[in-house]
């Protein structure tokens, strides 16, 4: 199974900041990883795919990217309403695999 | 308007069965992969089956061997059957719809809003 190692577990930044996650796969997806985003008491919501293509309605603050084996989701001029619990998500082969998640705090 | 309904869940005891449904509209539940994820209460997402258009099933080793995934083209519907249960299933169970938006991106583009399942004694 391929295991997704997503850092950091939390962070709080403030309105108008930028933040980065990062999540490592063990082993290569090729460019198979996605970012969701789960708001409280929400069902989750597809962000980003294919590693740094925005989903449909997503605010362009909002970027995937990768470097070597680490992908990254960044986070520019932060919104109140981004506070949630990020993930990345591999689809390259089942069992289909999250990260741990991150949970954002908006001070 | 594309919409997937999760209902089902409630309150079992271990060793006891259960079966989800997942009610789709705005597209055939057969015209593309289908998934079932769970999240335990206050933890991560965690995978645990699929379906595909095809008709090939997979699951999560957690699973494997209890549940089992199908679907009923006629009634619109998506279904996880659980049997043999045990505590560590205690979870909210979404549905999910995966989409190949082609270049190896496979996504879940359509979640559920989830039906909980609690398995205790």
């Known amino acids: 199974d391929i295991q997704m190692t997503q850092s950091p577990s939390s962070l709080s930044a403030s309105v108008g900041e930028s933040v980065t996650i990062t999540c490592r796969a063990s082993?290569?997806?090729?460019?198979?990883l996605n970012w969701v985003q789960q708001r409280p008491g929400r069902a989750p919501n597809l962000l980003i795919y294919?590693?740094?293509k925005l989903q449909s309605g997503v605010p362009s603050r909002f970027r995937g990217s990768v470097s070597g084996t680490d992908f990254t989701l960044t986070i520019s001029s932060l919104q109140r309403e981004d506070s949630a619990t990020y993930y990345c998500q591999q689809t390259y082969n089942t069992p289909i695999t999250f990260g741990q998640g991150t949970r954002l705090e908006i001070k | 308007e594309v919409q997937l309904v999760e209902s089902g869940g409630g309150l079992v005891q271990p060793g006891e069965s259960l079966r989800l449904s997942c009610a789709v509209s705005g597209f055939g539940v057969s015209d593309t992969y289908m998934n079932w994820v769970r999240q335990a209460p206050g933890k991560g997402l965690e995978w645990v089956s699929l379906i595909s258009s095809g008709g090939t099933t997979f699951y999560a080793d957690s699973v494997k061997g209890r549940f089992t995934i199908s679907r009923d083209n006629s009634k619109a519907t998506l279904y996880l059957q659980m049997n043999s249960l045990r505590p560590e299933d205690t979870a909210l169970y979404y549905c999910?719809?995966?989409?190949?938006?082609?270049?190896?991106?496979?996504?879940?583009?359509?979640w559920g809003q989830g039906t909980m399942v609690t398995v205790s004694s």
């Open positions: 999910a719809r995966e989409m190949d938006y082609g270049e190896e991106d496979d996504v879940f583009d359509i």
């Open positions: 082993q290569p997806i090729s460019n198979s």
């Open positions: 294919g590693t740094s």
